[in-house]
């Protein structure tokens, strides 16, 4: 996939590839010596994923652009990666043509979406919002997670810690989203961080 953009951004009018790498542990300082206009970013990377990719690069170089381009169309990839910084959220999916149109677009100064990405924007804005954080509907193994991402661990490291499988743990953050009302874990630590204090049943551990 990354060789078919590369070729395309190489045969298309008005379009350079400057670079292209596999992970973003060889992108991060090579991009920071020669800064690209847009980058393109996909989330399922080896190692560090793409949102925490564009959340290193972002600040380090503020004048880029970053288009994510993935196929995750889930809410919680979707926030996550603009809260990191991306300007743009598109499918691999995505034909060549508008491909290189959102390219453009994001270098102009917009927010380039699929119309499906969009939608699921605009219906989080309009979900209600609770009147006060539903704390008492979270189950002690709920809050146990919670207090794990609050304290920045990776999915992989709660599973680990708390003796439950990878699946699990994304079941336990998807239902604490639903009864928290957010988005993504940015949402949830901070909702987390307001609550007076954890229940006792609630226990953190540190990863073996």
Same mark, same amino acid.
């Given at each position: 996939?990354?060789?078919?953009?590369?070729?395309?951004?190489?045969?298309?009018?008005?379009?350079?590839?400057?670079?292209?790498?596999?992970?973003?542990?060889?992108?991060?300082?090579?991009?920071?010596?020669?800064?690209?206009?847009?980058?393109?970013?996909?989330?399922?990377?080896?190692?560090?994923?793409?949102? $925490?990719?564009?959340? !290193?690069? +972002? /600040?380090?170089? &503020?004048?880029?652009?970053? @288009?994510?381009?993935?196929?995750? #169309?889930?809410?919680?990839?979707?926030?996550?990666?603009?809260?990191?910084?991306?300007?743009?959220?598109?499918?691999?999916?995505?034909?060549?043509?508008?491909?290189?149109?959102?390219?453009?677009?994001?270098?102009?100064?917009?927010?380039?979406?699929?119309?499906?990405?969009?939608?699921?924007?605009? $219906?989080?804005?309009? !979900?209600? +919002? /609770?009147?006060? &954080?539903?704390?008492?509907? @979270?189950?002690?193994?709920?809050? #146990?997670?919670?207090?794990?991402?609050?304290?920045?661990?990776?999915?992989?490291?709660?599973?680990?810690?708390?003796?439950?499988?990878?699946?699990t743990v994304n079941?336990?953050i998807h239902r604490?989203?639903?009864?928290l009302h957010v988005?993504?874990?940015?949402?949830?630590?901070?909702?987390?961080? $307001?609550?007076?204090?954890?229940?006792?049943?609630?226990?953190?551990?540190?990863?073996?």
């Amino acid at each position: 996939m990354r060789k078919i953009l590369a070729g395309w951004l190489g045969r298309a009018k008005h379009f350079r590839c400057l670079s292209e790498h596999s992970n973003a542990e060889d992108a991060i300082p090579q991009l920071q010596k020669n800064p690209p206009d847009v980058v393109l970013m996909d989330i399922n990377l080896t190692g560090m994923n793409g949102i $925490q990719c564009v959340s !290193r690069l +972002k /600040p380090a170089m &503020p004048g880029t652009q970053y @288009l994510m381009l993935t196929v995750y #169309e889930d809410s919680e990839h979707i926030f996550e990666a603009l809260e990191a910084g991306a300007s743009g959220y598109l499918l691999k999916r995505t034909p060549r043509e508008e491909l290189l149109a959102a390219i453009k677009q994001v270098h102009e100064g917009g927010a380039p979406m699929t119309s499906y990405i969009a939608r699921k924007v605009v $219906q989080a804005f309009h !979900r209600p +919002k /609770p009147s006060q &954080p539903a704390a008492s509907e @979270l189950s002690p193994r709920e809050w #146990e997670v919670l207090g794990l991402l609050a304290r920045g661990f990776a999915y992989k490291e709660i599973a680990e810690s708390l003796g439950i499988s990878l699946p699990t743990v994304n079941t336990h953050i998807h239902r604490t989203y639903e009864k928290l009302h957010v988005r993504s874990r940015g949402e949830a630590v901070a909702r987390f961080t $307001q609550f007076p204090a954890l229940p006792p049943a609630a226990i953190t551990r540190r990863p073996r």
